[in-house]
């Protein structure tokens, strides 16, 4: 018994392997139009940072960490960190990441706090998206490489669709954990003024869950960050290319 299910594999392999390829020869117009537009706006905020003097966003960077804390620390450690940025000669991949990361968290919260909301509403969506998000957030990081390589090719798109992928579960758990909090009683009121479904969720739900939505948006920072550097390995720009070039030599 044990030989025959050895002897006899599933060709899982290969079933993939043509669905991708059947998939990618179908959807290859949108593939190519959807690459460039994301390719293009990689490119422009990537100019229009470095056109900016080093210097200047060193001090608009500690300026609105001076405004937001309150505290003159975290805006030192900033302007100390980034003067050795610039005197070690990694400032343009230093925007580089700061851009991917940027694209990549913004996609993220756009498809991530839509979702989490419906998910939140419709328990019977949260139901399919669970063992969804429970498996994106154990496939091991390099792993969501691959798909994105055969689709898109090498290159910086593949490196901003895996992170955005390898981030997501965090502002859709986030979102759905936010907005199912909301103390029934606050619910009940905002229904006893005449509230309906929209105003309930911009005037009641949304601020009540903020605080958790911001601590998804947190996280979703964080993992683009790690996934950024590791996008390295397909092309992708910022300072993980140093440290490929470090591995290979």
């Given amino acids: 018994m044990d030989d025959w299910i ?16 059947w998939f990618n020869s179908f959807a290859a117009g ?24 080093p210097f200047v966003l060193i001090a608009l960077f500690a300026l609105v960490a001076l405004v937001v804390h309150r505290d003159w620390k ?23 990441t700061l851009s991917l990361v940027l694209i ?13 909301i419906l998910a939140a509403h419709k328990p019977v969506v ?41 981030a997501i579960p965090a502002p859709v758990r986030l979102t759905y954990l936010g907005i199912s909090s909301v103390p029934k009683p606050l619910i009940e ?19 009540h869950a903020l605080p ?6 947190t996280q979703c920072i964080m993992l683009s960050l790690s996934m950024v550097v590791i996008a390295a390995l397909v092309g992708a720009d910022g300072l993980g290319k140093p440290v490929v070039r470090a591995l290979n030599t």
């Fill in 104 to 116: 990549a968290t913004s996609l993220c919260m756009a498809v991530g706090i839509p979702v989490g």
């Fill in 212 to 217: 958790t939505i911001m601590a998804g948006l």
């Fill in 126 to 166: 949260y139901t399919v998206l669970r063992p969804i998000l429970d498996l994106m957030q154990t496939i091991p990081t390099f792993v969501y490489l691959i798909p994105t390589l055969i689709l898109f090719g090498l290159g910086v798109v593949p490196g901003i669709i895996s992170t955005v992928i390898f």
């Fill in 30 to 53: 949108f593939l190519n139009a959807a690459s460039d537009l994301l390719e293009d706006g990689i490119d422009a905020m990537i100019d229009g940072l470095l056109w900016v003097h």
């Fill in 74 to 96: 975290l805006p030192l450690a900033i302007i100390l960190s980034l003067l050795l940025v610039v005197n070690l000669g990694y400032w343009e991949e230093t925007i580089q």
């Fill in 189 to 207: 009121a905002g229904q006893a003024f005449g509230a309906d479904r929209h105003q309930l969720l911009w005037k009641v739900e949304l601020p």
């Fill in 6 to 21: 050895t002897d006899n594999p599933i060709p899982l392999g290969r079933w993939i392997a043509g669905f991708m390829g």
